[in-house]
Protein backbone atom coordinates (compact mmCIF):
# COMPACT_ATOMS: atom_id res chain seq x y z
CA UNK A 1 0.00 0.00 0.00
CA UNK A 2 0.80 3.13 -0.75
CA UNK A 3 3.08 5.63 2.09
CA UNK A 4 1.13 8.48 3.53
CA UNK A 5 2.94 11.63 3.06
CA UNK A 6 1.45 13.32 5.94
CA UNK A 7 0.44 11.58 9.42
CA UNK A 8 -1.48 13.61 11.92
CA UNK A 9 -1.58 11.75 15.39
CA UNK A 10 -3.56 12.67 18.59
CA UNK A 11 -3.15 16.77 17.49
CA UNK A 12 -4.64 18.19 20.55
CA UNK A 13 -4.53 22.00 20.69
CA UNK A 14 -5.56 24.01 23.78
CA UNK A 15 -6.64 27.98 23.99
CA UNK A 16 -7.41 29.19 27.65
CA UNK A 17 -10.67 27.90 28.28
CA UNK A 18 -11.01 25.99 25.41
CA UNK A 19 -10.14 22.68 23.71
CA UNK A 20 -9.74 23.47 19.77
CA UNK A 21 -8.36 20.18 18.47
CA UNK A 22 -8.67 16.91 20.94
CA UNK A 23 -6.79 13.82 19.77
CA UNK A 24 -7.21 14.40 16.34
CA UNK A 25 -6.14 12.00 13.43
CA UNK A 26 -5.30 13.36 9.78
CA UNK A 27 -3.73 11.21 7.07
CA UNK A 28 -3.32 12.38 3.40
CA UNK A 29 -2.09 10.13 0.86
CA UNK A 30 0.15 10.71 -2.53
CA UNK A 31 -2.15 11.14 -5.14
CA UNK A 32 -5.54 11.85 -4.04
CA UNK A 33 -7.60 14.63 -3.27
CA UNK A 34 -8.59 14.61 0.66
CA UNK A 35 -11.80 16.59 1.79
CA UNK A 36 -12.19 18.19 5.40
CA UNK A 37 -15.58 19.07 6.67
CA UNK A 38 -16.87 20.57 9.71
CA UNK A 39 -18.92 23.42 11.03
CA UNK A 40 -17.71 26.52 11.88
CA UNK A 41 -15.70 25.79 15.40
CA UNK A 42 -15.69 22.44 14.83
CA UNK A 43 -11.50 22.86 14.66
CA UNK A 44 -10.88 22.94 11.23
CA UNK A 45 -8.80 25.98 10.83
CA UNK A 46 -6.69 25.03 13.73
CA UNK A 47 -5.59 21.66 12.77
CA UNK A 48 -4.60 23.68 9.76
CA UNK A 49 -2.85 26.52 11.15
CA UNK A 50 -1.26 23.19 13.31
CA UNK A 51 -0.05 21.37 9.65
CA UNK A 52 1.43 25.27 8.25
CA UNK A 53 3.62 26.38 11.30
CA UNK A 54 1.06 28.65 12.74
CA UNK A 55 0.37 26.93 15.97
CA UNK A 56 2.65 24.38 17.87
CA UNK A 57 -0.03 21.55 19.48
CA UNK A 58 0.33 21.01 22.82
CA UNK A 59 -0.03 16.88 21.66
CA UNK A 60 0.72 14.79 18.83
CA UNK A 61 2.98 14.47 16.61
CA UNK A 62 3.21 15.22 12.78
CA UNK A 63 5.09 12.95 10.39
CA UNK A 64 5.73 14.37 6.25
CA UNK A 65 6.85 11.98 3.83
CA UNK A 66 7.61 9.63 6.64
CA UNK A 67 9.87 11.96 8.85
CA UNK A 68 8.50 13.60 11.80
CA UNK A 69 8.42 17.58 11.65
CA UNK A 70 8.63 20.39 13.82
CA UNK A 71 6.93 22.84 12.41
CA UNK A 72 8.03 25.88 13.66
CA UNK A 73 7.12 28.45 11.39
CA UNK A 74 4.68 29.11 8.07
CA UNK A 75 8.55 29.20 6.32
CA UNK A 76 8.94 25.93 7.82
CA UNK A 77 6.16 24.51 6.30
CA UNK A 78 6.54 25.93 3.01
CA UNK A 79 10.17 24.60 3.19
CA UNK A 80 8.92 21.41 3.27
CA UNK A 81 6.34 21.67 0.46
CA UNK A 82 3.72 22.41 2.71
CA UNK A 83 1.31 25.15 1.49
CA UNK A 84 -2.29 26.61 2.29
CA UNK A 85 -4.89 29.18 0.88
CA UNK A 86 -5.99 30.42 3.72
CA UNK A 87 -9.83 31.41 4.42
CA UNK A 88 -8.98 34.94 6.12
CA UNK A 89 -5.87 35.75 3.06
CA UNK A 90 -2.64 36.73 4.29
CA UNK A 91 -1.86 39.05 0.95
CA UNK A 92 -0.14 42.62 1.39
CA UNK A 93 -3.06 45.07 0.30
CA UNK A 94 -0.49 47.97 -0.80
CA UNK A 95 1.67 45.78 -3.61
CA UNK A 96 0.22 44.68 -6.28
CA UNK A 97 -1.00 40.54 -7.47
CA UNK A 98 2.43 39.96 -8.84
CA UNK A 99 4.35 41.20 -5.96
CA UNK A 100 2.33 39.13 -3.45
CA UNK A 101 2.99 36.08 -5.75
CA UNK A 102 6.85 36.29 -5.93
CA UNK A 103 7.27 37.76 -2.17
CA UNK A 104 5.14 34.11 -0.98
CA UNK A 105 7.23 32.19 -3.94
CA UNK A 106 10.89 34.05 -2.62
CA UNK A 107 12.25 34.61 -6.21
CA UNK A 108 12.22 38.44 -5.72
CA UNK A 109 15.35 39.93 -6.43
CA UNK A 110 17.24 43.53 -5.95
CA UNK A 111 16.01 44.58 -8.81
CA UNK A 112 12.66 43.75 -9.88
CA UNK A 113 11.53 42.86 -13.68
CA UNK A 114 7.90 43.72 -13.81
CA UNK A 115 7.08 42.39 -16.96
CA UNK A 116 8.51 39.26 -16.58
CA UNK A 117 6.64 39.03 -13.09
CA UNK A 118 3.35 40.05 -15.15
CA UNK A 119 3.77 37.52 -17.64
CA UNK A 120 4.59 35.03 -15.36
CA UNK A 121 1.53 35.76 -13.55
CA UNK A 122 -0.47 35.95 -16.75
CA UNK A 123 0.40 32.73 -17.55
CA UNK A 124 -0.66 30.45 -14.44
CA UNK A 125 -4.03 32.42 -14.14
CA UNK A 126 -4.89 32.07 -17.81
CA UNK A 127 -4.05 28.24 -17.78
CA UNK A 128 -6.43 27.95 -14.47
CA UNK A 129 -9.10 30.07 -15.63
CA UNK A 130 -8.25 32.37 -12.65
CA UNK A 131 -8.78 36.11 -14.27
CA UNK A 132 -6.53 38.51 -12.28
CA UNK A 133 -4.89 41.61 -13.14
CA UNK A 134 -1.11 41.20 -12.44
CA UNK A 135 -0.98 45.41 -11.79
CA UNK A 136 -3.64 45.51 -9.43
CA UNK A 137 -3.03 46.44 -5.81
CA UNK A 138 -4.96 44.17 -3.53
CA UNK A 139 -6.93 46.76 -2.12
CA UNK A 140 -8.21 47.42 -4.99
CA UNK A 141 -9.94 43.59 -5.98
CA UNK A 142 -12.97 42.35 -4.18
CA UNK A 143 -12.76 39.26 -1.96
CA UNK A 144 -13.72 37.09 -4.70
CA UNK A 145 -10.43 38.34 -6.83
CA UNK A 146 -8.12 38.14 -3.38
CA UNK A 147 -8.77 34.83 -3.24
CA UNK A 148 -8.04 33.81 -6.73
CA UNK A 149 -4.89 35.58 -5.91
CA UNK A 150 -4.37 33.16 -3.13
CA UNK A 151 -5.32 30.40 -5.17
CA UNK A 152 -2.78 31.31 -7.79
CA UNK A 153 -0.11 32.34 -5.47
CA UNK A 154 -0.07 28.49 -4.03
CA UNK A 155 -0.05 26.85 -7.25
CA UNK A 156 2.60 29.29 -8.71
CA UNK A 157 5.04 27.73 -6.01
CA UNK A 158 4.01 24.15 -6.91
CA UNK A 159 3.59 22.56 -2.67
CA UNK A 160 4.00 18.73 -2.55
CA UNK A 161 0.98 19.15 -0.21
CA UNK A 162 -1.48 21.63 -1.24
CA UNK A 163 -3.89 22.88 0.89
CA UNK A 164 -6.92 24.91 -0.37
CA UNK A 165 -9.98 26.54 1.96
CA UNK A 166 -13.12 27.03 0.01
CA UNK A 167 -11.03 27.36 -3.03
CA UNK A 168 -13.97 27.47 -6.02
CA UNK A 169 -15.98 29.91 -3.67
CA UNK A 170 -15.57 32.36 -6.71
CA UNK A 171 -15.63 30.58 -9.62
CA UNK A 172 -18.61 29.34 -12.20
CA UNK A 173 -19.23 25.51 -12.83
CA UNK A 174 -16.74 25.58 -15.84
CA UNK A 175 -14.14 26.81 -13.91
CA UNK A 176 -14.41 24.50 -10.82
CA UNK A 177 -14.30 21.19 -13.02
CA UNK A 178 -11.15 23.06 -14.46
CA UNK A 179 -9.65 23.90 -11.51
CA UNK A 180 -9.74 20.32 -9.89
CA UNK A 181 -8.13 18.93 -13.40
CA UNK A 182 -5.63 21.05 -12.27
CA UNK A 183 -5.63 19.27 -8.85
CA UNK A 184 -5.98 16.04 -10.29
CA UNK A 185 -3.72 16.44 -12.37
CA UNK A 186 -1.12 17.41 -9.63
CA UNK A 187 -2.19 14.42 -7.57
CA UNK A 188 -1.75 12.44 -10.62
CA UNK A 189 1.87 13.51 -10.53
CA UNK A 190 2.45 12.49 -6.84
CA UNK A 191 1.15 15.00 -5.00
CA UNK A 192 -1.80 15.55 -1.85
CA UNK A 193 -4.13 18.13 -2.27
CA UNK A 194 -6.52 18.93 0.97
CA UNK A 195 -9.26 21.26 0.36
CA UNK A 196 -11.78 22.26 2.81
CA UNK A 197 -15.18 23.10 1.45
CA UNK A 198 -18.94 23.61 3.27
CA UNK A 199 -20.16 22.52 -0.49
CA UNK A 200 -20.96 19.08 -0.39
CA UNK A 201 -21.18 18.83 -4.13
CA UNK A 202 -18.09 19.52 -4.32
CA UNK A 203 -16.73 16.85 -2.51
CA UNK A 204 -18.99 14.08 -3.52
CA UNK A 205 -17.88 14.87 -6.74
CA UNK A 206 -13.75 15.16 -6.50
CA UNK A 207 -12.62 13.85 -3.18
CA UNK A 208 -11.31 10.64 -3.25
CA UNK A 209 -11.82 10.35 0.74
CA UNK A 210 -13.11 12.60 3.81
CA UNK A 211 -12.35 13.34 7.09
CA UNK A 212 -14.81 14.76 9.23
CA UNK A 213 -14.43 16.82 12.56
CA UNK A 214 -16.92 17.48 15.01
CA UNK A 215 -16.44 19.80 18.37
CA UNK A 216 -12.69 19.31 17.92
CA UNK A 217 -12.23 15.90 17.35
CA UNK A 218 -11.95 13.65 13.85
CA UNK A 219 -15.50 11.89 14.25
CA UNK A 220 -14.96 9.57 10.71
CA UNK A 221 -12.89 8.94 8.23
CA UNK A 222 -14.16 7.45 4.81
CA UNK A 223 -14.05 6.48 1.01
CA UNK A 224 -15.90 8.79 -0.82
CA UNK A 225 -17.99 6.45 -2.72
CA UNK A 226 -19.31 4.58 0.54
CA UNK A 227 -20.71 7.65 1.80
CA UNK A 228 -24.23 10.03 1.08
CA UNK A 229 -24.57 13.46 1.32
CA UNK A 230 -26.93 12.97 4.09
CA UNK A 231 -24.29 10.77 6.10
CA UNK A 232 -21.75 13.72 5.88
CA UNK A 233 -24.61 16.15 6.67
CA UNK A 234 -25.50 14.27 10.06
CA UNK A 235 -21.65 13.53 10.70
CA UNK A 236 -21.11 17.24 10.47
CA UNK A 237 -24.11 18.58 12.85
CA UNK A 238 -24.50 15.55 14.97
CA UNK A 239 -28.66 15.72 14.07
CA UNK A 240 -31.04 16.16 10.84
CA UNK A 241 -30.85 19.12 9.35
CA UNK A 242 -33.72 19.77 7.18
CA UNK A 243 -32.94 21.91 4.01
CA UNK A 244 -35.52 24.89 3.10
CA UNK A 245 -36.49 24.72 0.23
CA UNK A 246 -39.33 27.47 -1.19
CA UNK A 247 -42.46 26.31 -2.77
CA UNK A 248 -42.60 27.53 -6.24
CA UNK A 249 -45.55 29.90 -6.72
CA UNK A 250 -47.29 29.21 -9.74
CA UNK A 251 -49.60 32.58 -9.39
CA UNK A 252 -45.78 34.52 -9.54
CA UNK A 253 -46.13 38.66 -8.19
CA UNK A 254 -46.39 41.05 -10.59
CA UNK A 255 -45.84 44.05 -7.90
CA UNK A 256 -43.11 45.86 -8.98
CA UNK A 257 -41.03 46.71 -6.37
CA UNK A 258 -37.48 47.48 -7.53
CA UNK A 259 -36.65 48.30 -11.67
CA UNK A 260 -33.16 48.99 -12.33
CA UNK A 261 -33.30 50.88 -16.23
CA UNK A 262 -29.39 51.17 -17.87
CA UNK A 263 -27.63 51.52 -14.80
CA UNK A 264 -23.95 52.46 -15.29
CA UNK A 265 -21.64 52.31 -12.82
CA UNK A 266 -17.46 52.95 -12.29
CA UNK A 267 -15.96 50.70 -9.84
CA UNK A 268 -12.89 51.67 -7.26
CA UNK A 269 -9.88 51.55 -9.70
CA UNK A 270 -12.10 54.15 -11.60
CA UNK A 271 -13.46 51.86 -15.14
CA UNK A 272 -16.86 50.81 -15.33
CA UNK A 273 -17.97 48.21 -13.57
CA UNK A 274 -21.74 47.92 -14.75
CA UNK A 275 -22.73 48.65 -18.14
CA UNK A 276 -26.25 49.47 -19.01
CA UNK A 277 -27.78 47.14 -16.07
CA UNK A 278 -31.48 46.57 -16.27
CA UNK A 279 -33.72 44.32 -13.98
CA UNK A 280 -36.59 44.02 -12.52
CA UNK A 281 -37.62 42.67 -8.56
CA UNK A 282 -40.80 41.84 -7.94
CA UNK A 283 -42.41 41.47 -4.10
CA UNK A 284 -42.22 37.93 -2.98
CA UNK A 285 -39.31 36.76 -5.20
CA UNK A 286 -36.02 35.94 -4.42
CA UNK A 287 -34.12 37.38 -7.44
CA UNK A 288 -30.83 35.67 -7.27
CA UNK A 289 -27.05 36.94 -8.80
CA UNK A 290 -24.84 34.41 -10.60
CA UNK A 291 -21.32 35.47 -11.58
CA UNK A 292 -17.47 35.29 -11.32
CA UNK A 293 -16.47 37.71 -8.25
CA UNK A 294 -15.04 41.04 -9.76
CA UNK A 295 -18.16 41.00 -12.87
CA UNK A 296 -20.10 43.80 -10.76
CA UNK A 297 -22.06 42.04 -7.91
CA UNK A 298 -20.55 44.34 -5.36
CA UNK A 299 -20.94 47.72 -7.42
CA UNK A 300 -24.90 46.54 -8.35
CA UNK A 301 -25.55 46.05 -4.39
CA UNK A 302 -23.78 49.09 -3.52
CA UNK A 303 -25.89 51.14 -5.91
CA UNK A 304 -29.45 49.58 -4.19
CA UNK A 305 -27.59 50.84 -1.27
CA UNK A 306 -26.61 54.11 -1.59
CA UNK A 307 -23.65 53.33 -1.18
CA UNK A 308 -22.16 53.98 -4.88
CA UNK A 309 -23.25 56.52 -7.49
CA UNK A 310 -24.47 55.62 -11.07
CA UNK A 311 -22.93 57.55 -13.87
CA UNK A 312 -26.11 56.73 -16.07
CA UNK A 313 -29.14 55.14 -16.50
CA UNK A 314 -32.39 54.94 -13.44
CA UNK A 315 -33.53 53.82 -10.18
CA UNK A 316 -37.07 53.17 -9.06
CA UNK A 317 -38.53 51.59 -5.58
CA UNK A 318 -42.33 50.93 -6.09
CA UNK A 319 -43.00 53.06 -9.48
CA UNK A 320 -40.80 56.04 -7.81
CA UNK A 321 -37.70 57.24 -9.32
CA UNK A 322 -35.14 56.93 -6.40
CA UNK A 323 -31.60 57.22 -8.34
CA UNK A 324 -28.55 58.29 -6.37
CA UNK A 325 -29.96 58.44 -3.17
CA UNK A 326 -27.58 58.58 -0.23
CA UNK A 327 -27.59 55.38 2.05
CA UNK A 328 -29.51 56.96 4.97
CA UNK A 329 -32.13 58.31 2.58
CA UNK A 330 -31.96 54.51 1.04
CA UNK A 331 -32.51 53.04 4.84
CA UNK A 332 -35.50 55.51 5.25
CA UNK A 333 -37.16 54.15 2.03
CA UNK A 334 -37.56 50.82 2.89
CA UNK A 335 -34.23 48.78 1.32
CA UNK A 336 -31.85 47.01 3.71
CA UNK A 337 -28.67 46.03 3.22
CA UNK A 338 -25.97 42.56 4.35
CA UNK A 339 -22.69 43.24 2.86
CA UNK A 340 -20.47 40.68 1.50
CA UNK A 341 -17.68 41.94 4.89
CA UNK A 342 -20.24 42.04 7.29
CA UNK A 343 -17.28 42.67 10.19
CA UNK A 344 -15.67 45.27 7.94
CA UNK A 345 -18.40 47.04 6.43
CA UNK A 346 -21.91 45.76 8.39
CA UNK A 347 -20.93 45.88 11.86
CA UNK A 348 -18.80 47.17 13.97
CA UNK A 349 -15.86 45.29 15.68
CA UNK A 350 -15.19 46.87 19.05
CA UNK A 351 -18.67 48.39 19.73
CA UNK A 352 -21.25 46.04 21.43
CA UNK A 353 -24.50 44.23 20.44
CA UNK A 354 -26.40 46.84 21.43
CA UNK A 355 -24.61 49.35 19.52
CA UNK A 356 -24.39 47.67 16.27
CA UNK A 357 -27.89 46.74 16.24
CA UNK A 358 -29.48 50.61 16.47
CA UNK A 359 -26.60 51.70 13.52
CA UNK A 360 -29.19 51.38 10.90
CA UNK A 361 -31.87 53.83 12.69
CA UNK A 362 -30.06 55.59 15.71
CA UNK A 363 -31.29 58.92 14.38
CA UNK A 364 -35.28 58.16 14.52
CA UNK A 365 -37.89 57.16 16.97
CA UNK A 366 -37.99 55.02 18.62
CA UNK A 367 -33.99 54.56 19.16
CA UNK A 368 -34.01 58.14 18.72
CA UNK A 369 -36.30 61.12 21.06
CA UNK A 370 -35.33 64.35 20.09
CA UNK A 371 -31.86 63.85 19.81
CA UNK A 372 -31.42 61.75 22.55
CA UNK A 373 -31.18 57.81 22.55
CA UNK A 374 -33.12 55.43 24.04
CA UNK A 375 -30.88 53.11 25.45
CA UNK A 376 -33.75 51.19 27.03
CA UNK A 377 -35.39 50.97 23.65
CA UNK A 378 -31.80 49.88 22.41
CA UNK A 379 -31.27 47.10 24.96
CA UNK A 380 -34.86 45.28 24.30
CA UNK A 381 -34.51 45.28 20.64
CA UNK A 382 -31.08 43.49 21.05
CA UNK A 383 -32.51 40.89 23.57
CA UNK A 384 -35.55 40.81 21.01
CA UNK A 385 -32.93 39.96 18.26
CA UNK A 386 -31.14 37.28 20.28
CA UNK A 387 -34.42 35.02 21.24
CA UNK A 388 -35.83 35.05 17.95
CA UNK A 389 -32.60 34.36 16.02
CA UNK A 390 -30.49 32.19 18.47
CA UNK A 391 -27.67 34.45 18.75
CA UNK A 392 -25.35 33.04 20.88
CA UNK A 393 -23.25 35.80 22.66
CA UNK A 394 -20.96 36.66 25.75
CA UNK A 395 -23.28 39.31 26.49
CA UNK A 396 -24.94 42.02 24.80
CA UNK A 397 -22.35 44.63 25.96
CA UNK A 398 -19.33 42.87 25.07
CA UNK A 399 -17.54 43.46 21.39
CA UNK A 400 -19.28 41.99 18.53
CA UNK A 401 -15.40 40.91 17.72
CA UNK A 402 -15.81 38.06 20.25
CA UNK A 403 -18.64 36.80 18.63
CA UNK A 404 -18.47 33.87 15.57
CA UNK A 405 -19.13 34.48 12.15
CA UNK A 406 -22.46 32.92 12.08
CA UNK A 407 -23.76 34.55 14.94
CA UNK A 408 -22.39 37.84 13.85
CA UNK A 409 -24.05 37.66 10.25
CA UNK A 410 -27.79 36.53 12.26
CA UNK A 411 -27.08 39.68 14.39
CA UNK A 412 -26.44 41.73 11.02
CA UNK A 413 -29.44 40.34 8.91
CA UNK A 414 -31.93 40.98 12.22
CA UNK A 415 -31.09 44.47 12.22
CA UNK A 416 -31.27 44.64 8.60
CA UNK A 417 -34.74 43.18 8.16
CA UNK A 418 -36.35 44.67 11.45
CA UNK A 419 -38.74 47.50 9.96
CA UNK A 420 -39.92 44.96 7.02
CA UNK A 421 -37.90 46.93 4.84
CA UNK A 422 -39.53 46.26 0.70
CA UNK A 423 -36.08 45.54 -0.52
CA UNK A 424 -33.27 43.45 1.29
CA UNK A 425 -30.24 42.92 -0.77
CA UNK A 426 -27.81 40.03 0.85
CA UNK A 427 -24.55 39.68 -0.34
CA UNK A 428 -22.95 36.62 0.13
CA UNK A 429 -25.37 36.31 3.04
CA UNK A 430 -24.20 32.70 4.56
CA UNK A 431 -20.05 32.88 3.09
CA UNK A 432 -17.57 30.75 4.78
CA UNK A 433 -21.03 29.74 7.66
CA UNK A 434 -21.57 26.73 8.80
CA UNK A 435 -24.85 24.21 8.21
CA UNK A 436 -26.61 25.08 11.65
CA UNK A 437 -26.01 29.34 10.95
CA UNK A 438 -26.57 28.82 7.11
CA UNK A 439 -30.20 26.97 7.74
CA UNK A 440 -31.71 30.12 9.69
CA UNK A 441 -30.01 32.40 7.58
CA UNK A 442 -31.77 30.98 4.75
CA UNK A 443 -35.25 30.74 6.58
CA UNK A 444 -34.82 34.12 7.56
CA UNK A 445 -34.60 35.03 3.91
CA UNK A 446 -37.53 32.91 3.28
CA UNK A 447 -39.86 34.47 5.65
CA UNK A 448 -38.87 37.56 4.10
CA UNK A 449 -39.96 36.20 0.81
CA UNK A 450 -43.12 35.15 2.41
CA UNK A 451 -43.83 38.57 3.59
CA UNK A 452 -44.07 40.19 0.39
CA UNK A 453 -40.55 41.59 0.48
CA UNK A 454 -38.37 42.25 -2.79
CA UNK A 455 -34.87 40.15 -2.12
CA UNK A 456 -31.96 40.38 -4.10
CA UNK A 457 -29.26 37.33 -3.69
CA UNK A 458 -26.03 37.66 -4.76
CA UNK A 459 -23.97 34.33 -3.80
CA UNK A 460 -21.34 32.50 -5.59
CA UNK A 461 -22.99 28.98 -4.37
CA UNK A 462 -25.40 27.63 -7.47
CA UNK A 463 -26.55 25.25 -5.25
CA UNK A 464 -28.10 28.01 -2.78
CA UNK A 465 -29.14 30.31 -5.59
CA UNK A 466 -31.03 27.50 -7.22
CA UNK A 467 -32.54 26.31 -3.85
CA UNK A 468 -33.61 29.32 -2.85
CA UNK A 469 -34.35 31.49 -5.80
CA UNK A 470 -37.76 32.47 -8.16
CA UNK A 471 -35.04 33.57 -10.96
CA UNK A 472 -31.51 33.59 -11.66
CA UNK A 473 -29.91 36.72 -13.06
CA UNK A 474 -26.14 36.01 -14.26
CA UNK A 475 -24.01 38.88 -14.67
CA UNK A 476 -20.69 39.43 -16.82
CA UNK A 477 -18.78 42.71 -16.95
CA UNK A 478 -21.37 44.31 -15.61
CA UNK A 479 -24.02 43.49 -17.99
CA UNK A 480 -26.78 40.80 -17.71
CA UNK A 481 -26.45 37.59 -19.72
CA UNK A 482 -29.93 36.42 -18.92
CA UNK A 483 -32.14 35.73 -16.24
CA UNK A 484 -33.63 32.04 -15.87
CA UNK A 485 -36.70 31.00 -13.92
CA UNK A 486 -36.89 28.33 -11.58
CA UNK A 487 -39.21 25.96 -11.80
CA UNK A 488 -37.02 22.01 -11.47
CA UNK A 489 -33.61 22.51 -11.16
CA UNK A 490 -32.07 19.82 -13.58
CA UNK A 491 -27.94 19.78 -14.61
CA UNK A 492 -28.55 21.35 -17.62
CA UNK A 493 -29.28 24.42 -15.56
CA UNK A 494 -25.90 24.45 -14.05
CA UNK A 495 -24.37 23.98 -17.80
CA UNK A 496 -26.60 26.83 -19.00
CA UNK A 497 -25.96 29.28 -16.29
CA UNK A 498 -22.30 28.49 -16.16
CA UNK A 499 -22.32 29.49 -19.88
CA UNK A 500 -24.22 32.88 -19.20
CA UNK A 501 -21.29 33.61 -16.27
CA UNK A 502 -18.81 33.28 -19.16
CA UNK A 503 -20.60 35.98 -21.34
CA UNK A 504 -22.33 33.60 -23.51
CA UNK A 505 -25.57 35.85 -23.60
CA UNK A 506 -29.10 34.65 -23.93
CA UNK A 507 -30.90 36.34 -26.96
CA UNK A 508 -33.51 37.06 -25.39
CA UNK A 509 -31.50 38.84 -22.58
CA UNK A 510 -32.39 42.09 -23.41
CA UNK A 511 -35.91 41.08 -22.77
CA UNK A 512 -35.59 39.04 -19.65
CA UNK A 513 -34.41 42.16 -18.05
CA UNK A 514 -37.36 44.54 -19.00
CA UNK A 515 -39.62 41.73 -18.73
CA UNK A 516 -39.03 40.41 -14.81
CA UNK A 517 -41.04 37.24 -14.66
CA UNK A 518 -41.01 36.23 -19.16
CA UNK A 519 -40.11 33.02 -19.31
CA UNK A 520 -36.75 31.79 -20.34
Avoid at 15 to 36: C, M, Q, R, S, W
Amino acid sequence: MTQPILEMRGITKRFPGVVANDHVDLTLYPGEIHALLGENGAGKSTLMNVLTGIYAPNEGHIRFKGQPVDLKSPKSAVDLGIGMVHQHFKLIEPLTVAENVFLYSGRCKAMLNTRDMNQCIKECSENLNLKVDPNAKIWQLSVGEQQRVEIIKLLFCGAELMILDEPTAVLTPQETVELFKTLRKMADQGKSVLFITHKLYEVMTFADRITVLRNGRSVDHMLTKDTTRQKLTNLMVGRDVLKVVPERDTAKSTREVLRLENICAMCDKGVPALNGLSLTIYGGEILGIAGVAGNGQRELSEVIAGLRRVTGGKMFLNGKEVTNLSSRDSIKKGIAFVPEDRMGMGLVANLDMVDNAMLRDYDVPPINRKGILNKKEAIRRTESFVKAHDIKNAGIKKPVRLMSGGNLQKLLIAREIHGNPDVVVAAYPVHGLDIGATETIHKVLMEQRARGAAILLISEDLEELFELSDRVAALYEGEVMGIIPIEKVTEEMYTRVGSLMLGDREESAAKEQTGGMAEA
